[in-house]
């Protein structure tokens, strides 16, 4: 996709990989549309933005107005990056289950609901992309976020099956597996903590400048799904041929081997 003038619905774009996507894209000469919960944090990543609002998307009324707004100012959505999400550390067997409401509130069923109400209008133009940002722990389970991972394999398997309904449609999807990446991210889980030798491989993670990066060049090359970094690939074939010996390995991570 050539991305200039195209326009870009952004969510959860007020920090983290959301923002650093508007700021690639603003510079590929895309019109945006951003949304998150913080106006202040839209107002600063938002610096190119044509639109913001503020807004809790696990609402209809939100992810409605969100989309309302987005066609009233431009006439189109081109490419849809469901971005927004949150985490939660802790075995699944003693987790809160209105944590997990809320997890599965936002990380599934607020982007199914943004794609149900952009994929009729890019299916009448014959045009679109739908961007799904999930993890590398949607690719294999990580121990210490079991429910979070649980969420990604959602996302995953929901991108890839949209993938084949649209296929004859206009409508493409990209599926987005970023591994460690130095946002805000465990600071602002739903709860609990990841374990200490997780919090210390912060110093091998790619910046949410390199994971926008990646996303916009998949986008511009049509890629089908992307980790970032590509490193990430090795991880899941190595999860994939030798699963005993990675999940005892992640099971020693998270310290319950």
Known sequence: MRLEGKVVLITGASDGIGAACASEFAAAGACLSLTARSLEGLT???????????????????????????????????????????????????ASTDDVRHLMELNFFALLGMIQLVTPHMRARRNGMIVNVSSIGGKMVLP??????????AVSGLTEGLRMELRGDGVRTMLVCP??????FQEHVRSGRAPD?????????????????????????DARTIL?????????????LFPRAVEARMAAMNGTA
Do not use: M
């Open 197 to 221: 030798v997780v919090v210390r491989a912060r110093s091998r993670a790619i910046t949410p400048a390199a994971c926008a990066r990646a996303i916009r060049r998949g986008v511009e090359r």
């Open 228 to 240: 970032a970094p590509r490193a990430g690939w090795l991880l899941v074939a190595l999860a994939r």
């Open 44 to 94: 600063r990543a938002g610096a190119g933005a044509h639109l913001i609002t503020a807004g809790d998307l696990t609402l209809e009324e939100t992810r409605r107005q969100v989309v309302d707004r987005t066609l009233e100012r431009f006439g189109a959505i081109d490419l849809l990056i469901n971005n927004a999400g949150v985490g939660l550390y802790g075995p699944s067997w003693a």
């Open 144 to 153: 210490w976020a079991t429910l979070y991972s649980a969420s990604k394999y």
């Open 179 to 184: 591994g460690y990446v130095t946002t805000g």
